[in-house]
């Protein structure tokens, strides 16, 4: 068994799709087109393995809705972490620095809607030691 989609509540869809598009590669899938008509915009990352449900809706943001899930996680490569982390926090947006799990590392941040979510890496010792370099 594996998560097949995560259900996101957005104000705007379009928006949102720019974000998640930008940030996170996500796309719209064409083979899902015709849900969006009163369903969820559908977007992937990976051909359909990882998938978003946008819904038009209260964000958790304004307090209006209960949080059904605390945070989403994205694996990636360690040195895929650390260029994410860079470059998100050029833009201007909060975003933790690494955090050491002992055999993980994770960036946190939230989408413009306040959902949280996580960027994390397995590949401990590529961001042990990339992250030694880029400090001296």
Known sequence: MQIDHVEL?????????????????FKPM???ADWVDGGPLMLTNDGGGT???????DSPENGKV??????????VSGAELLEFAERFRK???????PIDH???WSVYFK??????????????????????????
């Open 51 to 57: 998938m978003l449900a946008l819904f038009v809706g």
């Open 30 to 32: 064409p083979e899902h």
């Open 66 to 75: 209960e949080r059904s899930w605390r945070r989403v996680a994205y694996r």
């Open 9 to 25: 509540l957005v104000p705007d869809r379009i928006a949102a799709e720019t974000w998640y598009g930008e940030w996170l590669g």
């Open 111 to 136: 989408d413009p809607w306040g959902n949280s979510l996580e960027v994390t890496t397995y590949d401990y010792e590529t961001v042990k030691q990339l992250g030694q370099e880029r400090s001296k």
């Open 102 to 104: 002992a055999r993980s």
């Open 91 to 97: 833009s201007g947006q909060a975003i933790t620095l």
